[in-house]
C-alpha cells in the first residue's frame, strides 16, 4: 500500500506514531495503551495526514488528536467551533460535493444539515421503527436456524450472522430486491474498507464503490417516487418539510450513509460483542441469566466496548481552545471515539467488559451528543438486543474459537472474519 504524507511535518517525538499505517494492523492491546498514553499526555498531539498515492488531492497539514473523553464531548457538542463541512469528517480533506457525496448529512453543518435531518427524520417514526421489529426478530431466527443446520457446529460468525443480520434489514427496509443484496453487500465493503488491500486498497476502488451504489439508490428513488410502495424508500421519497423533498441527487447519498452506516456498525457491534462475550464468561452468564434486566445497560456496553467507528473529525471555524492548546480556523482536529470510550478518568475499569455498566457518564459510539448523534442509534440498539436474546435462547454456548481477523482501517473498528463454534 502506497500513501503520501504531508510535508514537513513530523508526529510528536516521545509519543507512539498514530499516523503510520502498521498501527492500525498491529496488536490490540498496544492501541490500547496508545490511548491511554495519549490521554495522560497533557495537550494535543500533533500528526501528519497520510493520503492514498493515486489519490487526486495532496495529503492536508497535519491534525490534532483528540482522545479523552471530555474533549470529544465538548468539541461534538458545539458544532459552531468545530464543524463538518469544511472538507468531511474523515482526516483526509475532500471538496464539498465529494464529501457530501461519500458523507451526506454527516458531512454538513447547519442549515444544510438540519434541513436534511428534519425531512429523514419524518420517515423514522416510531410506528415504522416498531414495524421493523417484527422484521428483525425474524431475520435473528432465520439465521440462527442455519446455524442449527450445520453438523460441524462452527462456522464464520460474521458470514454466518453478524454480516447478513443487518445487511437484510436493512435492505429490507429500504425495499431492496434479495437478488441484489450481495452486490449491496460489497459496494459497502469497498466504500468503508479503505485502506485494507482484501476490500478495496486504491481511491480509484474506492470510487467505482460509491458511483456504483449511488446510481443503484438514485434509480431506486426515483422509481419509488413514481411508484411508491410501504418501504422505507418510499417513506424517504415522500417526506416533506414545508414542502420541500429530498432530491434524487440527495437521496442518493443519504442511501450511502443510511445502508453503510446501518450495515457495517451493527455488524461489527455484533462480532465485538460475541469476541467480548466469550473472553468474559461471566458477564457472559450474568447477561444471560437474566436478560431482560440487563439488555439496557449490555447493549450500551457491547457498543462502548466495540466503538465501531474509530474518529470522526471536524474543523475549527473561529479561534478557540481545546485541552488548553490554542486552536484557530481551519485546524483540524480527530475525535477518537474509541480512545474516548476507554478514558479511565470517566469509566470505572474502562478496560473491562463490564454488561452492568452504568448508562452515565454516556459512552460516545454513537457520537457525543450535538446534532450529529446517530439517527439510527435505537434500531441499532434494537438489533444487538433481539441478535443475542435469539443466541441466548438457541446457541447459549455459542462462543468464538479463534482471534478475529481485524479489518485494517483508522475508521472503522472491523473484524472481516471470527471463527465460532457451539
Not at 262 to 273: I, K, P
Not at 325 to 339: C, I, N, Q, R, T
Amino acid at each position: 500500500m502506497l500513501f503520501r504524507t504531508s510535508d514537513g511535518v513530523e508526529p510528536p517525538p516521545g509519543l507512539p506514531d498514530i499516523s503510520q499505517w502498521d498501527f492500525w494492523i498491529g496488536d490490540r492491546a498496544e492501541r490500547a495503551e496508545t490511548w491511554a498514553t495519549l490521554r495522560a499526555t497533557p495537550g494535543l498531539p500533533f500528526y501528519p495526514e497520510r493520503t492514498f498515492a493515486d489519490a487526486p488531492f495532496p495529503p492536508g497539514p497535519g491534525y490534532y488528536a483528540v482522545t479523552r473523553h471530555e474533549d470529544v464531548w465538548h468539541a461534538s457538542r458545539n458544532p459552531e467551533l468545530f464543524c463538518s463541512g469544511r472538507g468531511g469528517v474523515n482526516i483526509g480533506d475532500l471538496n464539498t460535493e465529494l464529501s457530501e457525496f461519500f458523507g451526506s448529512m454527516i458531512s454538513m453543518d447547519d442549515p444544510k444539515h438540519f434541513r436534511l435531518r428534519s425531512i429523514v427524520s419524518k420517515a423514522f417514526t416510531p410506528k415504522y421503527i416498531g414495524a421493523v421489529e417484527d422484521q428483525v426478530k425474524v431475520v435473528a431466527a432465520r439465521l440462527v436456524d442455519a446455524m442449527l443446520d450445520r453438523p460441524e457446529r462452527t462456522a464464520d460468525f460474521v458470514e454466518a450472522f453478524a454480516g447478513p443480520f443487518p445487511l437484510e434489514i436493512i435492505c429490507s427496509m429500504m425495499g431492496i430486491p434479495e437478488s441484489d443484496w450481495k452486490q449491496i453487500f460489497e459496494w459497502t465493503n469497498h466504500i468503508l474498507g479503505v485502506g485494507d488491500p482484501e476490500l478495496t486498497g486504491t481511491y480509484e476502488k474506492l470510487l467505482e464503490a460509491g458511483l456504483g451504489i449511488y446510481a443503484y439508490a438514485q434509480a431506486l428513488g426515483e422509481d419509488r417516487r413514481a411508484n411508491p410502495t410501504d418501504d422505507l424508500t418510499s417513506a424517504l421519497m415522500a417526506a416533506e418539510l414545508d414542502g420541500d423533498r429530498l432530491t434524487p441527487q440527495e437521496f442518493g447519498s443519504f442511501f450511502i450513509l443510511l445502508v453503510v452506516a446501518g450495515n457495517e456498525t451493527t455488524r461489527n457491534a455484533l462480532s465485538h460483542g460475541l469476541k467480548a462475550l466469550t473472553d468474559f464468561p461471566d458477564q457472559r452468564e450474568r447477561w444471560f441469566g437474566d436478560y431482560e434486566a440487563h439488555t439496557r445497560t449490555a447493549v450500551d456496553e457491547i457498543v462502548r466496548w466495540a466503538t465501531p467507528v474509530i474518529h470522526f473529525r471536524r474543523t475549527v471555524t473561529a479561534d478557540t481552545e481545546l485541552s488548553g492548546v490554542p486552536l484557530h480556523e481551519g485546524d483540524k482536529v480527530v475525535l477518537f471515539y474509541e480512545a474516548a470510550n476507554r478514558d479511565g478518568n470517566v469509566f470505572d475499569q474502562a478496560d473491562r467488559f463490564d454488561i452492568a455498566r452504568p448508562m452515565q457518564p454516556t459512552q460516545v459510539g454513537f457520537g457525543a451528543g450535538g446534532p450529529h448523534f446517530c439517527l439510527g442509534a435505537n434500531l441499532a440498539r434494537r438489533e444487538i438486543a433481539v441478535a443475542f436474546d435469539e443466541i441466548r435462547r438457541r446457541l447459549p454456548d455459542l462462543r468464538s474459537v479463534a482471534e478475529p481477523d481485524y479489518l485494517q482501517s483508522n475508521f472503522i473498528n472491523g473484524i472481516k472474519r471470527l471463527p465460532c463454534a457451539w
